[in-house]
């Protein structure tokens, strides 16, 4: 079992940026995915950012350009830089752990909300 916390959300002013951390309790190493993703109001839950475990990266096309997902390998924290946010980025974002097989294992979400 791991566990994932994540950190960082808040209010930002459109424009801004803001620095999501998911801190795992196991080596991320061990996964083949390691993921970010959203969940509006009244909205289904929508992948953000992948970054492989060989460090290949992939983005929503509504994203691309403006996030950058990261991770340390020391700290088994996996990141995401928001830039130039917009009021459709507001949403609770989660931290996804996958694996080819097996279960994958979320956080608990954290709130961003970008205000106009």
């Known amino acids: 079992q791991v566990q994932l916390v994540e950190s960082g959300g808040g209010l930002v002013q459109v424009g801004g940026s803001l620095r999501l951390s998911c801190a795992a309790s196991?080596?991320?190493?061990?996964?083949?995915?390691m993921n970010w993703y959203r969940q509006a109001p009244g909205k289904q839950r929508e992948l953000v950012a992948t970054?492989?475990?060989?460090?290949?990266?992939d983005y929503l096309d509504s994203v691309n350009g403006r996030f950058g997902i990261w991770r340390d390998n020391t700290k088994n924290t996996i990141y995401l830089d928001m830039n130039t946010v917009k009021p459709e980025d507001t949403a609770v974002y989660y931290c996804?752990?996958?694996?080819?097989?097996?279960?994958?294992?979320w956080g608990q979400g954290t709130q961003v909300t970008v205000s106009s």
């Open positions: 996804n752990l996958q694996r080819l097989s097996g279960p994958s294992f």
């Open positions: 196991g080596n991320i190493l061990s996964f083949n995915t």
């Open positions: 970054i492989t475990r060989g460090g290949r990266t």
